[in-house]
């Protein structure tokens, strides 16, 4: 083979390579709407995986992994023809000598499960029950009228919904597990000793052309809106230059979005067009920031002047909160309002691009320069940090169908948590790490074992669901899928995961039945305070901001002032996901004619006749503001709220547990959906429900999570037409 036909093959192998990108998406896409549509089909009451399946062209066990609630009747309930012999269960080993000391009595009506293979303890895999914990009974008034609970059948088998879920990461056994309770060398969060620079800025409407700079306002003409027209057209506008471009609506880089498969390639291909003049910046100062940032609503584009110093970043406003139907002129008030209200706090505050960076920047300048912490709060182990990435999710998504709720429901009913991350940074994990097996678990006393899970812990525990269980779930499990979550709740489930202490506690604690918690392992920490100050000052603009928009006469300040209190919550909320320090996916270009420069692990995502675009994920960096046990601790004490919070004001309490079972239709994050109102307290105070919608039916039960936003945009809208409704 001589050059010219290596190169010819290299041509064609090319086309090839974009020939199979191209059917990869469509397949992809074909997949996607299949998965939807067995989940909708899942919602019928009758529906069985076993018709399903052919119909889909997929396994038994690759439908109920899409579908998990087709799981537990067809594996519990549902008689098979010419059953195959059951092997016998292997005997349970006996637990060690300190875990028997501690055992406690199963609650009343639990039956305990017979062991099967998947759950069989083993030495290595024995845990230590942890104590049913009591609360205070409510008053009689508050506490609603629950159905008796169906007995569990006695020769049921235990479910096995769990063995189509992911296997979770562990602790090592003995001194190799023990060495991940360190901190890594030389890396702690430290108060900085510099001051961050302010960027001019722009708010531009890339549809109408609206061009706001300080306190003038510029009509531009953008027939294109791409990212060459908008730079050139700015700095055309303003000859002196500007350093960031927000663009508050139009949303430039969706107009090409029927020429790709995916948002994300379109993305790439806006962000990756010709600009003339420019080139793609590679970074500058302490927040140093390189290349593209394509994420498929609020990307990120960085430009550099080719011959000079000029650097741009263009941004979405809409990270910071929802800018629909609001002018750019009002936009640009809220960050004015934004910036001064943190400014009483933080006299050095600087508004940075993004609010997970400003947030993260501003709690640094709460960290302590005098006391126990002055050298800063050091870096979890690269390993500790790893388990809790794969351990601990965020908030809590599901959709509960038919049968376990009415096909027509009486009502939809809205509760959103108002600024509910804020309730929860009070405490925080400090401190060396300690590890806590089963057998240090088990040779303390009660009252230490409930000091321990009332503390900044995640803990490792086989539960078990109890037999006369009529409610939702309350421990997050694995789920097929990376990264997926799903709540199992059928009497008598066994499955192992990993939770933070909050949820283990509602547990422990709730309203209804004690569940069985075996502690395999745990990670310790010692109480802490390192985010309250800075959560105070947040909550405190917060609480201003919201008071000026019930306040003000003026309609336009009124909105103002109502996103920058949005953008106060976009702090706090994405300042937390920042600590989680999620290890990253890089995304970069090359062009064509230098292709063998594209990274060897990197994935093509993307590719025109000019430039190739990539991505890869790389590892954890040395971030010294990576905290992921305070983000961990914060997620599960707001998904606990969500089944359960306790108001001592109103001797009462809230949450999804203290509602009937059968009524809870699904959860957002920090909102649940129920089918009759419920009598909570709202003093409009961070974590207290807010009522935010109500459709009144009968409508048919949602059966994706389309149809529930659809129900929720309905039932808002409804709701505050209400003259009397509450929150309008």
Known sequence: MDAKTYNAELAELRVLRDGIRKAQAALEKLETDRARKITALAGYEKAKAERIAPAAGLSLADIVAIAPILAPDRLTTTAQPNPAPVPPSPPEPAAPPAAAAVQTPEPAGETALPSSTEHAQTPAQAGTVAPAMTRPAPEPETEPERPAAPSAPAATAPPAAQA???????????????????????????????????????????????????????RTDLPTASAAEILNTVFHVLPGGVERIYITAGAPWHRQADQHPFLKDTVAAWLNAPTPGW?????????????????????VGRYQREHGEQHVEIRSAGEWFDTEGTEPAVIRDAFVLLWKALRRHWPDAVLMGSPSQTGRDLWTRTIPTKGQYADGYPVLSEELRGLFHATAGQGRTELITPPHVPAQLPALVEYDRTFAYAKHTWKSGVGTPRRVTAATFASWSQKEQTRALFACGHWHVRVTVPDTWTHIGILPAPAPGDRAWHYPATPGTTFTTWAGGPEIHTALSNPHTPWKIEILDGILFDDGKPLDDWSKKLKEAWASLTAQADLNGDPDQRTAAHLAARAVRALLLYGIGAFAQRPRTVTGTTPRTMERDVPPDAEIIGFDDQTITWQRPTSFTRDPNAHPEWAAHIWSSARAALL?????????????????????????????????????PHHSQPGDYLNKGHLTGPIPAPTTEDELLTLRDRGRAAHHATPTSEGA
């Open 644 to 680: 359960s919070q306790r108001h001592r004001d109103d001797n009462t309490y809230a949450g999804a547990l203290h509602a009937p079972p059968g009524t809870i239709v699904a959860f957002r994050t920090d909102a649940v959906y129920l089918t009759q109102p419920q009598p909570w």
């Open 164 to 218: 189509a879920q992911r296997t979770l990461p562990g602790i090592p056994e003995g001194p190799e597990g023990d060495r991940w309770f360190t901190h890594t060398t030389d890396l702690a969060s430290t108060h900085p000793n510099f001051t961050q620079q302010a960027r001019s800025t722009v708010f531009l409407d890339t549809h109408t052309g609206v061009l706001v700079h300080r306190d003038q306002t510029f």
């Open 279 to 299: 080139r793609t910046d590679t970074g500058r100062g302490r927040d140093r920031m390189a290349g593209h940032f394509v994420h498929p609503r609020n990307p």
